[in-house]
């Protein structure tokens, strides 16, 4: 039987090596994955090779240090080839054979380092360096010192160092990281970051001396058939240094702008580059190279388009490129000639394999929060997935047979609840799952509305789908009491039974107050005109949807920012959301209250003022309560028992899912 999305299977060369697919595992920080001399560890090798055993045609590793004195970073942050080489080349040999046991090919991808854009956190407090002296991205204030010549000179040596030693690793090719993003090397391309007079500076050529070297190094050194893609920005969607652009907003390029992108692309072919690894943004637009779910999936297609018209090479194109329809169109349109999945692939290792099956309903989403990958490794934890808890600890946190099958009572059908189910069941225990409402979801149900959300959506498709694969006994419509569960006398008892809207008494005329759950589901209309009170996620989630549909909200927030509260979101996100409310008009008023609600609209105070804010509705978003009642009149029962998701703390679907993986996989 011929495969429904055939093209993605057709073999590919870059250069003259054959990649049996289209897909691309596309690079991303590997936090936590190798040990202090740089090597590669054993979780690191078990998660490129769970990419291959689920049918990726070609891994990219994260970046990896080319060397770690010009730019000194606490280890271990990043591999690094040239601490201890003949160590490397062990470890390395042993992720290479693996990978290549699946026919999938596996490139290393080499850095210069990160420059104006370096974390405190992993480089110390050393003057961080850059083209020329430009202000630091994360510290105000601090100003960043030239590279020298020698050192520039210095990292060439070593870029050219680093792939013999991938060479001799096993690795089929390396990318070089990056005229992209805005790091180092991409800082010297671009004139709002590189004001240098020496040859290394001033005209195009000049600023693209750096990339060029380094790919003339290697093809020298490794041979000209050896494979060199580049990680490349088409357009930096700079606005001013720290301040992006939006998709549809019309603002200056200060960066590198298409015109030029296209040819800069150009001239790197012709010095040598095997494959452009595309996409867009940088750390001063940084929601564009860490997208959230705010952009239209395959969001860099339209310029990687006509990067395409213009290169000989292949073109990899990520960005939410997730949907097999979507991906296949984007090749067969000849936008791009490979997909890169990152965090599509923390989610689910197997999209590959089970797009070639068929099995399009069994793969995991992307939810596009970043809460488990990127957002997590600017906490300081190592890189996972929300969705996938197992990912980055592959063998060590898999889930095995139950040695004793257990008869499981799981009450609540939210996500913590599912995957209990889930898991539970894969490992034989016999489950029983009771909501009290006529379909599984609980809090995403509402949350998943907006379009944006659609990946939540999905998210419950893929455990209802998952729960009936596994004969998983699912009760709808039943609150259970303390008598139903005596009556059932289960083994265990898991009670995730969620979390409900705060609310406000007003002591007003409150016919038009309703929740944000109410206005997402329908129930009532929020009108022309709103005040979202509670600028959390929720608070301005909604309010993005609602403007989005052209309505006039204003948010009003005790604390004196929005997005304060709740768990930490990923900076990029937050960022986006920020720049999307103001780029719809949405108002903001911080540091204030609502004190009333009359016919007019809400009474909100403000430094002691009070004004009346026009408004046909008055939406709370205020925060969620815990549900417990039913945990505390069991508590004291004797059998093993479990609180999970948002019944023990309202934190966030990551939460609620690895809280949920944990026990259920120890039960």
């Not at 891994?59 to 080319?66: A, D, H, K, M």
């Not at 009108?527 to 909604?542: D, Q």
């Amino acid at each position: 039987m011929k495969t429904q999305y055939a093209n993605l299977f057709e073999p590919i060369k870059i250069g003259k090596l054959e990649i049996k697919n289209r897909f691309v595992m596309a690079p991303m920080g590997p936090g936590g994955l190798c040990s202090e001399d740089g090597t590669f560890n054993e979780k690191g090798i078990n998660y490129y090779v769970e990419r291959a055993k689920g049918g990726t045609g070609l891994i990219i590793t994260g970046i990896t240090y080319v060397e770690n004195d010009i730019e000194k970073c606490v280890m271990p942050s990043m591999p690094c080839t040239t601490i201890n080489p003949v160590n490397f080349v062990k470890t390395a040999k042993i992720l290479t054979e693996r990978v290549h046991a699946y026919d999938s090919k596996i490139f290393l991808q080499l850095t210069a380092g990160f420059g104006r854009v370096s974390i405190p956190s992993i480089v110390g407090d050393v003057t961080p360096i850059a083209p020329s002296p430009v202000p630091h991205k994360w510290v105000p204030g601090l100003t960043c010192r030239s590279l020298t010549i020698e050192e520039i000179e210095t990292y060439i040596k070593k870029f050219t160092e680093s792939a013999v030693i991938a060479k001799q690793a096993g690795f089929d090719g390396v990318e070089i990281h990056a005229v992209h993003e805005g790091y180092l090397l991409d800082q010297f391309t671009m004139t709002i970051f590189n004001k240098r007079t020496d040859k290394y500076g001033g005209s195009l050529i000049n600023r693209l001396r750096f990339p060029i070297e380094i790919v003339n190094g290697i093809k020298e050194a490794c041979g000209k058939d050896f494979p060199v893609s580049l990680r490349y920005s088409v357009k930096s969607f700079i606005k001013d240094l720290n301040e992006g652009g939006l998709p549809g907003e019309e603002f200056e390029e200060k960066g590198r702008d298409l015109e030029e992108g296209l040819e800069v692309a150009k001239i790197l072919e012709e010095a040598g580059y095997d494959a452009f690894n595309a996409d867009s943004g940088s750390y001063d637009s940084w929601y564009w190279s860490h997208p959230p779910m705010y952009f239209k999936k395959g969001m860099y297609l339209s310029l990687n388009e006509q990067l395409k018209k213009i290169l000989k090479v292949p073109v990899i194109t990520a960005g939410r490129m997730d949907t097999p329809k979507l991906a296949s169109s984007a090749i067969a349109e000849e936008k791009t000639d490979m997909i890169g999945l990152g965090r599509p692939l923390l989610a689910d290792a197997f999209i590959p394999k089970k797009i070639k099956e068929g099995k399009l309903e069994k793969i995991r989403p992307c939810l596009s929060c970043q809460d488990g990958c990127i957002g997590r490794l600017a906490q300081g934890g190592a890189l996972s997935c929300a969705v996938n808890p197992s990912t980055g600890r592959e063998k060590e946190y898999s889930i095995e047979p139950a040695k004793e099958i257990k008869n499981i009572m799981i009450i609540g059908g939210g996500v913590a609840g599912c995957e209990a189910a889930r898991v539970c069941a894969i490992r034989g225990h016999k489950i029983s799952l009771y909501e009290k409402n006529d379909s599984l979801g609980g809090n995403i149900i509402p949350g998943g509305i907006p379009d944006f959300k659609e990946n939540d959506k999905l998210l419950i498709k893929w455990y209802e789908n998952e729960l009936k694969e596994y004969n998983v006994d699912i009760h709808f419509n039943i609150k259970v009491t303390k008598d139903f569960v005596e009556k059932t006398n289960p083994d265990v008892i898991i009670i995730a039974t969620g979390s409900s809207p705060k609310m406000l008494n007003l002591h007003d005329n409150t016919h038009k107050v309703y929740t944000a759950q109410d206005i997402l589901l329908g129930n009532h209309s929020p009108g022309n005109s709103t005040v979202i009170i509670g600028g959390g996620l929720v608070g301005c989630e909604t309010a993005l949807w609602l403007a989005q549909q052209g309505k006039k909200v204003t948010i009003v927030e005790t604390l004196d920012n929005i997005l304060s509260t709740g768990p930490a979101l990923c900076h990029a996100n937050s960022e986006m959301l920020r720049d999307l409310l103001k780029f719809h008009n949405v108002k903001i008023k911080t540091s204030s209250s609502i004190t009333g609600v009359n016919d007019k609209g809400a009474v909100i105070k403000s430094e002691n003022k009070e004004e009346i804010v026009p408004a046909d509705s008055i939406i709370l978003a205020i925060g969620y309560n815990s549900e417990k009642q039913l945990y505390y009149k069991l508590r004291d029962n004797s059998k093993e028992m479990y609180l999970l998701g948002d019944a023990r703390q309202v934190q966030n679907i990551m939460n609620a899912i690895w809280d949920a993986y944990e026990v259920s996989r120890n039960i």
